[in-house]
């Protein structure tokens, strides 16, 4: 064990523990304090300023937020959203808790995106019967490598990054992620981590935690483990796949009906006419970034026009497979995948703004759209208007204006949470407007 600069080991140091957010841009800012104290800050919760909300994935603030320098807040997080790795060689412990944002009263404060996941998830219960089941999917690329090519999904591709996956799986292990799979992906150094479906509000602080512990054990190697959409104009994009399932009140499962087109049930039919109405408008929330809609684009296996597909890697939602060898239950592993998410956006968000879109589609009582097995980009206009397909925007400055004309949309939201991030967004637009493709990437990829 080497020492620090104190001549103390990390083993001997205070060990902090810190409440996070995962905020509008999906960075995961918080304060820390001595982790011997976790029972009282459970009690107090850690102060946060409202204006926070406004930074920009480059720290400067839009001026235009609703609050300026009024207000104060506070960073509210139980025992259940722990997660302590000690694995990490030479480290102090990392240990955080997913928090939730609310007044001095611990009440949650209306532009709280953790809490506005979990009225979702209520909403759910109480109107449709349903519980969420969800898992994050998320690639990534290894910067800073210096390593020879290898081909794409190859074991050599993986081993030369050893021990860097093994070190990953034993950290995501340890803090709770129920990590699945780490595989060599197609991009360069690009690879994926899966794990395990959960309730709805466990997958998307996993989508947070995973990103973070990818980075630190990345560090430990001397590479940036990159989550941005893209980091260079020609390569390949990283994705965030949401996979969505439910479960009736009983824990029975609730999407798979063998009799129906694709094998949606018809709540899940209505749930997918849903999504796909408000693709336009939420793609604003779930691909925020100005660089994401280099990555919504055909041909790059991630998500350009809304449609629902089987099997379809073009299709912004997709139909997973199922395994039908003797034993498996195709019912329970049957799922969703919304694949027009990337790690710019706070994944509480990104799943909440799905959900939201689902339901109104239940609500309605909406038929389910047409399957689209083929790549969208290349059927006529003719056929792409009769299977009511549309093209994504295009830019972010496109999906914010689509996003305003969008009233169902818009009335999710507090006015003081869309007023900001629409500002926020516009803000960061302008900080990157003048840079050129690859200044574009670097600028993303140094954050994300
Ligand atoms: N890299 C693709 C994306 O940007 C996804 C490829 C895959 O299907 O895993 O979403
Ligand atoms: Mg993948």
């Not at 953790?114 to 089941?133: D, I, N, P, Q």
């Not at 965030?240 to 439910?246: A, E, I, P, Q, R």
Request: one cysteine or more.
């Amino acid at each position: 064990m080497t020492e620090t600069a104190t001549g103390k080991a990390p083993f001997d140091l205070t060990e902090l523990a810190m409440f996070v957010t995962t905020d509008i841009a999906g960075i995961t800012r918080g304060r820390s304090f001595a982790a011997s104290e976790i029972d009282d800050y459970m009690r107090k919760g850690v102060g946060w300023v409202p204006a926070n909300l406004a930074l920009t994935p480059f720290d400067e603030i839009a001026e235009a937020n609703p609050w300026g320098s009024a207000g104060d807040l506070r960073l509210m997080a139980g025992p259940e959203s722990r997660v302590r790795v000690t694995c990490l060689p030479d480290a102090t412990p990392l240990h955080f808790y997913h928090a939730d944002i609310t007044d001095l009263g611990g009440n949650p404060w209306d532009c709280c995106v953790r809490s506005f996941l979990k009225r979702t998830l209520e909403e759910f219960e109480r109107e449709a019967g349903l519980k969420v089941v969800a898992a994050v999917e998320q690639e990534f690329q290894l910067l800073g490598v210096d390593w020879p090519e290898a081909p794409s999904f190859s074991l050599r591709a993986q081993r030369r990054a050893d021990p860097f996956g093994p070190l990953l799986m034993t950290a995501l292990e340890e803090a709770g992620a129920e990590p699945e799979m780490f595989l060599p992906e197609y991009g360069k150094d690009q690879f994926e981590i899966t794990c395990r479906a959960a309730d709805a509000l466990i997958a998307a602080d996993r989508g947070a935690t995973i990103r973070i512990i990818a980075r630190e054990v990345a560090a430990l190697f001397g590479w940036h483990a990159s989550f941005a959409p893209k980091t260079s104009p020609e390569g390949v994009g990283n994705g965030v796949h949401l996979h969505v399932s439910f479960t009736d009140l009983d824990g029975n499962p609730a999407t798979f009906d063998p009799s129906r087109p694709g094998r949606l049930s018809a709540v899940a039919g209505a749930f997918a006419a849903g999504v796909i109405r408000h693709l336009p408008a939420i793609a604003a929330f779930t691909a925020p970034s100005v660089l994401s809609y280099s990555r919504l684009v055909p041909h790059h296996w991630s998500a350009a026009y809304t449609c629902l597909g089987e099997k379809n890697r073009e299709a912004t939602l997709r139909i997973c497979p199922t395994l039908d060898i003797a034993g498996s239950n195709p019912a329970r592993q049957f799922n969703m995948e919304y694949r027009a998410a990337d790690a710019c956006a706070s994944p509480h968000l990104s799943l909440a703004v799905v959900l939201k879109a689902g339901l109104e589609g239940i609500r309605a009582g909406l038929d389910q759209p047409p399957l689209v097995n083929s790549d969208p980009s290349e059927l006529s206009a003719e056929e792409q208007q009769r299977l009511g397909i549309c093209r994504l925007p295009e830019s972010l400055g496109e999906a914010l204006d689509t996003l305003a004309e969008d009233e169902v949309v818009t009335g999710w939201f507090a006015k003081e949470f869309l007023d900001c991030y629409v500002a926020m967004k516009r803000k960061e637009i302008g900080i990157v407007e003048d840079l050129s493709a690859d200044e574009l990437c670097s600028r993303y990829a140094a954050v994300y």
